[in-house]
Each structure stands twice: as structure tokens, then as C-alpha cells.
């Protein structure tokens, strides 16, 4: 099995906890891709340059000011970081951004004069094939080459599920499995769902169970899975293990077709 990961929050901050998955993550060296954010890297940045960020549906919008300061933090600061840390750990990793190669080729949403935030329009998958082919770690970050030429910032989510449905079209045997700060997708109660169908995605948000940044990463899951994806799972990642247990389905939230599982597993506990 192949696997897509996207870290963000705590999990990428906490040089113990980023370490903690690196390692485990070096035993799954050449299946395994590393996708990563930097939101609060970013916000703080911007905020130093007086900067107020400003967000719709859990995703930024970027300003063409602010853009430079996510490229100047994500593919430089955050990247970096990340990779260096990952050959402490004794991972053999390679820093990209969606500009290498022209990977992620971006739509921009809205005027571009004033905001610089795009949709994925396209992957090339190729530099990733390379890099996994010889054994190494990629570490992306998710900034990429609009329609019209220039930077554009990808919400890290998307990027990690366009990627992981790209490679699935060679192998369908390919999980995405989204870091959070959370342990799942969570009840009122903050309990965790272990299961969410695609069918009721919507009725969640809906109803306000899934809220903000959330809501953008459980869309994120179910299209993931309406575009062929067998398997996504968001759950936090705090010790050594933690990665196999949610791709086991031990725990964190898993999204899957409906036809995949019965009513008495598909979370309707939001009453």
C-alpha cells in the first residue's frame, strides 16, 4: 500500500511529534508521500507584515501581498525545516513545492488581482514517481503554478487528496491519510465519529456537527473517494504507532462509500 499524508497543525510544529512520524514513516520508505500546510506559519508572518488574514469555508484567501509570504514560509521556511528534520530522523527525504515540474497546476478561485488562492486543475505525478522510485521520502508543499503563470496557494488538503488520486489511477492500492490536531472528525459530544459516509457529509456540515477547517477537510475526503480513492482516514497523531493505527482503522475517523459499510457504522449519533 501506497499512502498520502498531510500534516498540519501541531503535528508539523511539534519537533517530537514530526519526528516520532518521520521514523515511522522511514519504514515505508519509497510508498509513502508527505504533503504539508503551514497555516499558522503563515498567519503569524502575515500578521508581523500587518496582514490580517482572511479565510471563507476554512480556507485562506490569499491576497497577491500575502502570497509572497506563503511562498516565503512554505516553500522556504517550512519546507526546509521539514526535510532537515526528516534526515535527523534518518529519512532520506526531497523538498518539492507544485511548482517543480509543473505538479500542481492551480485555478484560480475569484479575481486574481485579488486573491492569489486556486483549486487544483491539475497533477503531474511524474517528479513523485522519481523520487519514490529511488527510495525517498517527498515532502511537498502546497503552493503551486496558477493558469496564468504565476504563484498560487492550494489548500494543503486538496493538494494531498489531487495527489493521492493521481497516483491511484496507476495503483489503486493508495490510502490518504489527513494529521490533524484533532483525534477524528468530532460528535457534539467530542467523541470521534469512527466512520462517515460520503452521503452524509454535507448533512454534517449542515447541521454544524463539522465546522470550519474541518469541513474543508471532510470535503476534501469525500471527493477523494467519489474519484476512486478505497480508503481516507483524519485522526491526530501524538506517539510512535499512532500512523498504523489509523490506517488500520483502530482509530481517527475513516470516510468511505456508503455501500461500504452498514448504518450502525456510519456516525448518525449528531442528533
Known amino acids: 500500500m501506497r499512502i ?96 517543480d515540474s509543473s505538479m500542481l497546476s492551480g485555478q484560480l478561485v475569484g479575481d486574481p488581482a485579488r486573491n492569489r488562492t486556486a483549486t487544483v486543475a491539475r497533477v503531474s505525478p511524474e517528479v513523485i514517481e522519481l523520487v519514490l522510485a529511488r527510495g525517498l521520502l517527498p515532502v511537498i508543499a502546497s503552493v503551486g503554478i496558477g493558469t496564468d503563470g504565476h504563484a498560487v496557494n492550494i489548500n494543503a488538503d486538496e493538494v494531498a487528496r489531487a495527489i493521492a488520486v493521481a497516483m491511484a489511477k496507476t495503483d489503486p492500492d493508495v490510502a490518504l491519510c489527513y494529521l490533524s490536531d484533532t483525534p477524528g472528525v468530532l460528535h457534539r459530544d467530542q467523541s470521534v465519529i469512527p466512520t462517515i459516509t460520503t452521503d452524509a ?15 474543508a477537510k471532510i470535503r476534501s475526503s469525500a471527493a477523494a473517494i467519489e474519484a476512486g480513492l478505497q480508503r481516507v482516514v483524519i485522526g491526530g497523531y501524538q506517539h510512535s504507532g499512532d500512523l498504523e493505527h489509523l490506517l ?24
Do not use: W
Not at 516565503?72 to 535527523?88: D, I
Not at 475513516?254 to 448504518?263: F, G, I, L, R, S
Open 4 to 99: 498520502v499524508v498531510k500534516v498540519g497543525g501541531t503535528v508539523a510544529e511539534d519537533i517530537a511529534v514530526t519526528t516520532s512520524l518521520l521514523q515511522e514513516l522511514k519504514a515505508r520508505a519509497g510508498s509513502v508521500v508527505l504533503v504539508h500546510g503551514g497555516g499558522k506559519a503563515v498567519t503569524r508572518i502575515s500578521e508581523h507584515f500587518g496582514i490580517t488574514p482572511v479565510f471563507a469555508d476554512g480556507v485562506r484567501v490569499t491576497s497577491p501581498e500575502e502570497m509572497e509570504l506563503v511562498d516565503m514560509v512554505l516553500a522556504g521556511r517550512v519546507n526546509t525545516e521539514l526535510v532537515r528534520l526528516a534526515h535527523r530522523a534518518g529519512v532520506a527525504a526531497v523538498g518539492l513545492t507544485g511548482a
Open 201 to 215: 457529509v454535507e448533512r454534517f456540515i449542515a447541521d454544524g456537527v463539522i465546522q470550519g477547517g474541518m469541513a
Open 248 to 271: 488500520n482503522g483502530g482509530q481517527g475517523t475513516t470516510v468511505t462509500a456508503p455501500e461500504k459499510v452498514d448504518n450502525r457504522s456510519t456516525g448518525r449519533r449528531d442528533e
